[in-house]
């Protein structure tokens, strides 16, 4: 499961992640927290930018994957509503496709500990561009695939100490063939937990509406995401 997360899942764009940590940005040693770090799809784009980078993540399997593609930053066990890092250590928080697992009050209550004053909080979230006809019929075919249209499960709730949200989209486009886009949905978690012969139909329906689709029958093609990014800076 963590390799296929980490071979198939897409990245952030730079730009999205430069948007998300901009009100630390001109700080002259910036430490970020990557929280529900995964195999670091975004501490990759993080460490660009900060001094001093951190990752926290619960999933012992994703945290041995992230060693492997991310060397040289820390990923430490813990979890959003119990972090392992002291008071105001960090400048930026950062999560990536992972808000809605969280306890949204604890963790911000968590997230503005570790925060320095004016620090920010940033989830970003990629969807599928669903003003292309045939993303859409994605949808269509019953197999559930996010798409822009969708309300936003990531969106950072409002909370006593943070600002009110900011939010920016970002488009950006991912190479793939129709075996890697199955592969990428087949790493959500309403795949995951489906009993393996649900699981099979699921992917022949999906193989089967890729092979009709002049976009997707042959080779490689681009799936056209949105990222989107929501940033509070903490009072």
């Known amino acids: 499961m963590a390799q296929d997360y980490a071979e198939h899942r897409p990245g952030y764009p730079d730009l999205a992640v430069r948007w998300a940590l901009?009100?630390?940005?001109?700080?002259?040693?910036?430490?970020?927290?990557?929280l529900a770090a995964g195999t670091g799809k975004v501490t990759r784009s993080v460490r660009?930018?900060?001094?001093?980078?951190?990752?926290?993540?619960?999933?012992?399997r994703l945290r041995a994957e992230f060693t492997r593609?991310?060397?040289?930053?820390?990923?430490?066990d813990g979890n959003a509503e119990a972090l392992p890092l002291p008071d105001a250590s960090v400048d930026a928080v950062t999560v990536g496709q992972a808000f809605h697992w969280f306890d949204a009050p604890r963790a911000l209550d968590e997230i503005a500990r570790v925060l320095r004053p004016g620090g920010v909080v940033a989830a970003l979230t990629n969807y599928n561009d669903d003003r292309r006809e045939w993303v859409a019929g994605l949808q269509r075919t019953g197999i559930p695939s996010?798409?822009?249209?969708?309300?936003?499960?990531d969106y950072v709730p409002a909370h006593p100490r943070f600002a009110p949200v900011e939010t920016a989209r970002f488009e950006h486009a991912h190479r793939r063939t129709a075996e890697s886009l199955v592969q990428m949905i087949s790493t959500h978690s309403w795949v995951l937990v489906q009993d393996?012969?649900?699981?099979?139909?699921?992917?022949a329906e999906l193989r089967s509406y890729l092979a009709g689709r002049p976009e997707t029958?042959?080779?490689e093609f681009d799936l056209p995401q949105i990222a989107v990014v929501n940033r509070a800076v903490r009072r």
């Open 69 to 76: 593609r991310v060397p040289g930053v820390r990923v430490l």
């Open 22 to 34: 901009e009100p630390v940005l001109s700080r002259p040693h910036v430490a970020v927290l990557d």
């Open 146 to 153: 996010p798409g822009i249209s969708e309300e936003d499960p």
């Open 217 to 219: 029958r042959e080779g």
């Open 196 to 203: 393996p012969d649900e699981r099979e139909r699921m992917r």
């Open 48 to 60: 660009g930018l900060a001094a001093e980078t951190v990752a926290v993540e619960p999933d012992p």
